[in-house]
């Protein structure tokens, strides 16, 4: 490890902790963020109801509370404001714009990416119309376009945090992990300390690509400080289920995961319950936690946000129900194309037996570059099935490599055990 980097994160994370220690002192009466933006956008309505800024503004800081809670009811109380909004000033820029926010958080991206280009046509000098549509292309698959996109957000606005966080994520998923971090490195320098939700996200995702590079240590710190920062956040607590799993802190990551699933109760962290009790021994506990799982993942499984490709590992990994995995898989296809929908539809395919088309959809996947553990492992896997054993020890030698210290570390060296024993005799 670079020790220079370190020594950059570590005085990072001294400075957020002690941001941190001030928001525990004063959380009796704190106000996040949100809360804040919602109390003033209140107060100016009622001192000008006529005034659709003052709606956009509630609405918006609806939109933000959302995120601070993982409380998707928010943006239905959002949408309520935007109505009002457009018939105060029908099709104002704002307005659009943040129903195209809300479009992307309730992971309705088809409806997302109409409407985003859409902004960018209307007012292509518009930086978060374009951070918008980068992140609708990246959920939908179109990568081509959402690097188009985020340059050009970056081109008009060099230092914006919006271009930044964005072009941070493609380069995440190019599998420049180094340029993603000092991008997001470049985001957090520029956002404001009172804004501790916003900073706490950096952090987490600083935290989230230490993890990708195999420093679960690393990332422990980033995230001890995102919750100093915001007590509770749902975000860095799914993260720090990761760290601690990646440390083998099993009987750790079963309390974390609980806190994870009070701050945030959705079927997908249910699923991360399910799994954490398995690797921690506790089985009667994980077959509860994934029945209840699956019983609220299936019941939102023909919505937009929904729990499909959690189903599907569930149904492979799990449940031994391979023909249920497949069928979630390509349902949950057909809405969108992007990597991570690829690669479970892969894993589902070779579930089923039918390793050439989970070999194509596994390329597809990789294809862009993303440098994940868990990609390269189901990669090897397939390949092994494939019979391909010597491009089974390359991806599985590139899990290892790439983290050596993460959830299938241990699965792919027994993987590559198997197909170097293999080669060795061919």
């Known amino acids: 490890m670079n020790s220079t980097r370190f020594i950059t994160l570590k005085m990072l994370a001294l400075c957020v902790f002690s941001h941190g220690l001030c928001f525990a002192e004063t959380s009796a009466t704190f106000r996040t963020p949100a809360e804040e933006k919602i109390a003033a956008a209140k107060k100016a309505i009622e001192q000008k109801p006529q005034s659709a800024d003052a709606q956009n503004a509630l609405a918006m800081a609806l939109t933000r509370r959302a995120r601070e809670t993982s409380d998707p009811s928010y943006y239905d109380q959002a949408g309520e404001v935007l109505k009002e909004s457009l018939k105060l000033a029908p099709d104002n820029f704002e307005a659009r714009r943040i129903e195209t926010w809300i479009a992307l958080g309730k992971h309705e991206f088809s409806r997302a990416l109409d409407l985003a280009r859409a902004l960018s046509k209307s007012r292509p000098d518009d930086v978060l119309a374009y951070a918008l549509l980068t992140d609708a292309c990246v959920e939908t698959g179109n990568y081509d376009e959402a690097e188009k996109a985020a340059q050009w957000a970056l081109d008009m606005r060099p230092g914006e945090i919006s271009g930044l966080t964005r072009a941070a994520y493609l380069r995440e998923l190019f599998g420049d992990i180094q ?84 701050a945030a109760p959705h079927p997908e962290n249910l699923f991360v319950l399910g799994e954490t009790l398995t690797r921690a021994g506790k089985s009667d506990e994980s077959k509860s936690a994934f029945a209840d799982f699956e019983a609220k993942a299936l019941a939102e499984s023909e919505g937009t946000d929904n729990a499909n490709r959690e189903l599907v590992f569930y149904y492979v990994n799990h449940a031994d129900k ?13 809405r969108r194309q992007d990597i991570f929908t690829r690669e479970a539809y892969a ?80």
């Open 179 to 262: 340029g993603s971090v000092d991008l997001m490195q470049s985001a957090y320098n520029k956002t404001a300390p009172s804004e501790v939700e916003d900073r706490a996200w950096i952090l987490t995702q600083f935290a989230h690509l230490q993890l990708l590079s195999g420093k679960p240590d690393v990332a422990e710190l980033a995230l001890t400080d995102a919750l100093k920062l915001f007590p509770g956040y749902h975000y860095a607590l799914g993260n720090m289920v990761k760290v601690r799993t990646a440390q083998k802190r099993y009987d750790d990551a079963v309390t974390v995961a609980r806190d994870f699933i009070q």
């Open 322 to 334: 391979p023909a249920d995995a497949l069928r979630i898989a390509k349902s949950e296809l057909a």
């Open 347 to 426: 894993w589902a395919l070779q579930a089923n037996g039918e390793i050439k088309e989970a070999r194509e959809e596994m390329e597809k996947a990789l294809v862009i570059g993303i440098r994940d553990p868990l990609f390269f492992y189901h990669a090897g896997i397939i390949a092994q099935k494939n019979g391909d054993h010597q491009q089974a020890v390359k991806y599985l030698q590139e899990s290892l490599k790439q983290a050596e210290r993460s959830e299938v570390c241990d699965l792919a060296s027994t993987a590559l055990e198997q197909s170097q024993s293999i080669t060795g005799k061919q």
